[in-house]
């Protein structure tokens, strides 16, 4: 999440599983949405949210993440595998505006140039900043 340190605006996770880093941004105040297609995972996020107190801040959608928009978020995180960057790749180009940051994780986009790149190995993480 230090990546996000000094940003503000709203933050989407596509493939959101447990949830970890949407309720890790909600707790750092941002508006939080994260997408994941499996019922089971998406219903104990959403369990998790209210628990933790971030319903208002961290929502959970059952949609496909071709099909979510992404004009509305200044922070993307991706943990997505190399064939789904590929086609992603394409839906970023035309829908992350200017000043905004996407953010892979094990997986780069193919053919963007991070800004920066942390860790190696699975622990990889690449950082694209849009001019």
């Known amino acids: ?7 503000s605006g709203s933050v989407v996770d ?3 599983g447990d949830g970890r880093l949407v309720f890790a941004a909600a707790s750092q105040g941002f508006r939080t949405d994260g997408y994941e297609l499996n019922p089971f995972l ?3 996020s959403r369990l998790l949210a209210h628990r933790k107190g971030l319903a208002s801040l961290a929502r959970f959608h059952r949609r496909d993440l071709f099909e979510a928009n992404l ?3 200044n ?8 064939i789904i960057l590929r086609r ?3 839906k970023l180009a035309k829908e992350v505006t200017s000043g905004s940051r996407v953010i892979c994780c094990r997986y780069k986009l193919p053919t963007w140039a991070p ?3 942390l860790g190696e190995g699975v622990e990889t993480i690449y950082v694209y900043d849009k001019v």
Do not use: D, F, H, K
């Open 1 to 7: 999440m230090r990546l996000l340190q000094g940003r």
């Open 14 to 16: 596509l493939g959101s």
């Open 42 to 44: 998406l219903g104990y």
């Open 71 to 73: 004009r509305q978020y």
């Open 75 to 82: 922070n993307i995180v991706i943990y997505g595998e190399p």
């Open 88 to 90: 992603l790749e394409q």
């Open 115 to 117: 800004t920066t790149t």
